[in-house]
């Protein structure tokens, strides 16, 4: 149900359409448990099990366009999150590859069903737009012990103008 909140409506589409999602071939996550798919308001480990997927705002502005006299064009920027325990032998694992892949796979230049549904009629979902960030966040893996690899997602809309 969308809160006519737009930018945690897409979040919270995002959250619902990596649930829908298979996402296997992690140990200790095959499949993944949906209560590990988080809704964070910025990216962080504390309190969660690994390995998980975590959604949050992406530390970048909102951008708008002015499309007509009548519409703006506003993406959302969204940062989605593959956290895994580092590997300590350092042996190749298909499993956090191919989760990114599959979140990729539903987010680049898609419109998503379940982002339209968390959207509501407020705003009318253009498309996502995926923005890979770094496979492999190298401080993450040496300092933290985790493997991290990120993207940026953009939930693009066409919004009324004058609408908040």
């Known amino acids: 149900m969308a809160t006519d909140t ?4 897409a979040l919270v589409g995002l959250q619902t359409a ?3 999602l298979t996402l296997d071939g992690i140990e200790n996550a095959d499949p993944l ?3 590990r798919v988080y809704l964070r308001e910025l990216l962080d480990n504390r309190n969660v099990t690994l390995p998980c997927v975590m959604i949050s705002k992406a530390p970048m502005p909102e951008m708008t366009e002015t499309e007509t006299s009548q519409h703006n064009k ?4 969204c940062l989605i999150t593959v956290i895994v325990p580092q590997n300590k032998s350092l042996e190749l694992t298909e499993g956090p590859t191919k989760w990114r892949q599959q979140i990729e796979e539903i987010f680049d230049a898609k419109q998503p069903a379940e982002v339209i549904a968390a959207l509501g ?3 009318k979902l253009q498309h996502t737009l995926w923005q890979p960030l770094d496979v492999i966040d190298l401080s993450a893996f040496y300092d933290k012990n985790l493997l991290v690899s990120a993207a940026i997602v953009l939930v693009v809309v066409w ?3 004058g609408r908040r």
């Open 6 to 9: 737009h930018h945690y409506d």
């Open 18 to 20: 990596v649930l829908a």
């Open 33 to 35: 448990p949906a209560e």
């Open 74 to 77: 506003v993406s959302y920027p």
């Open 121 to 123: 009629d407020t705003v």
């Open 159 to 161: 919004k009324s103008r």
